[in-house]
């Protein structure tokens, strides 16, 4: 198979983004992943090219740590978890940009500080043991899946650097620490940061590359943060975003 491969560059965070084409030849049912390392081995076997590889990053190859995600063919998503043959069927070329809500690097990577620093801001850990109830344990296996890749905050329409909203990263673990302990933190900053500036368009739930059930998850935080605040301050009327949600 030969496919046109479009990848959007950026020699440094200070120079401006252009797009340059590659082919690639080879297997069809490769990982985008995979096939940005062939490319880096055609590009270093040109020796004369002068070309510069295209800079990426990854870890496992395997979906677990998150940190190949980058935006194919209009989609965020894991590098190593999306294949060539299936993106070809929804077009005959195939493109790859960085995430464009983080900072870029340099060409694919991206500089998620911003995501993390947040969610120091917020002390998203623990600073009691731990009560395990079982009967929570199915959702917080599922949200403890999130790799904090940033697919979520990529597809997004409320999510912008420089904004109190966190997004989904900081939900699943905020979601995680109060069904562990009786800190009431956790279900503040959810409150502030997520809750406040979320207008539930579910992309993230969309994108998830972990299929985390991201609504399932919100509604459930949303039952024992803020629709038990509004009760306890004593409000009649619920919320029009909690319509149909019963407090915990
Ligand atoms: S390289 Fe680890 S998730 Fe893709």
Known sequence: ?????????????DKEPYWQSFKYSGERHVSVATMIDAINRDIAASVDSGERPVEWECSCEQGLCGACAMVVND??????QMFCDELLQEQPEISIQALSKFPVVRDLVVDRSEMFEAMKEMKLWLEAPAKVRPAHLP????????LMCGSCLEACPNYSLGET???MPAAMSALNLTL???NKAYKKQYTKRVYEG?????????VCP???PIVEAVSKMNRISVWSLWNLLGKREQPALMAGVEAE
């Not at 989609?75 to 190593?80: D, I, T, V």
């Open 75 to 80: 989609r965020p998503g894991l590098s190593c």
């Open 210 to 212: 972990m299929d985390i």
């Open 139 to 146: 959702l917080q296996y599922e949200v403890s899946q999130c």
């Open 165 to 167: 909203f966190t997004g």
């Open 180 to 182: 562990l302990s009786e």
């Open 1 to 13: 198979m030969s496919v046109k491969v479009n990848i959007r560059r950026q020699e440094s965070a």
């Open 198 to 206: 979320c207008s539930k368009s579910l992309a993230c739930q969309e």
